[in-house]
């Protein structure tokens, strides 16, 4: 960072303007050097170095971020946070980290609110489907997550890390009799036994270094006793009076 100042100091006017995407690209490099280093406290002094000269960019404010959680000063994260989420309101990704640090560091309020904030926001992508569909699952809401994780690989179907994360999804909703009460007709009689082992199985193609650890989820998982559908769930527990 003072080496970057320092060339600046010394630039006449019109060669500082016209270096200045070049220095941004050595900022950048430095970064990137300094957090293969493992050196975050140089990274955060870049990153507002970079801040200063570009106030308005939000990602900045997101990398800073990103270095104040990984040193561990979670309360310091917040208001940096807080700026890149006023540059970018609708980031979804943003507004998880802000509510998971939140909920870290016992501001539950806040961090309701912020979780709140995500279920408002109509995801532009699949990226930020999969983001909203993380935020429903941190809160429990497996028929919103199965949505949002559905509607994400549905756009961007090669991300082995959303299907595994949906084939879980659709486990604990064959699994937790009160997980599904939310849910629509069409899905609670969905055979999502076989949705969940498809997506199991497209996770092991995409990613099979992940294999030993999927096929063990899935071994736990048999047809036998394992209901089909989220209305056969519930039908099980209210026969044997462990619902309503």
């Known amino acids: 960072m003072l080496f970057l100042e320092a060339i600046e100091q010394i630039l006449p006017g019109d060669m500082k303007e016209n270096t200045a995407g070049l220095r941004e690209n050595v900022a950048h490099l430095m970064i990137d050097l300094s957090s293969f280093l493992g050196r975050y406290e140089q990274c955060i002094a870049i990153t507002d170095y970079l801040i200063q000269r570009y106030p308005n960019n939000a990602q900045y404010y997101w990398k800073k971020a990103l270095y104040l959680h990984t040193l561990g000063r979670l309360e310091d994260a917040i208001p ?33 609110q912020t979780y709140e904030k995500i279920s408002q926001i109509a995801p532009r992508d699949a990226l930020q489907y999969a983001y909203a569909g993380d935020a429903a699952l941190d809160q429990g809401k497996y028929g919103e997550a199965f949505d949002r994780y559905t509607k994400s690989l549905e756009l961007a179907p090669s991300d082995p890390l959303i299907w595994e994360k949906r084939g879980d999804v659709i486990f604990a909703l064959l699994t937790i009799p009160t997980a599904g009460q939310r849910v629509n007709e069409q899905v609670r009689n969905m055979d999502l036994y076989s949705e969940g082992m498809k997506s199991y199985e497209n996770a ?4 099979p270094e992940r294999e030993r650890e999927i096929e063990q989820k899935m071994s736990k998982r048999s047809d036998e006793y394992t209901p089909r559908t989220i209305k056969e769930l519930e039908s099980r527990y209210t026969q044997y009076r462990y619902l309503g």
């Open 80 to 112: 940096v946070l807080d700026e890149a989420i006023a540059r970018d309101p609708n980031n979804i990704e943003y507004l998880l980290k802000k509510a998971r640090i939140s909920q870290a560091i016992y501001r539950f309020d806040e961090s309701n």
């Open 204 to 207: 092991i193609r995409l990613r």
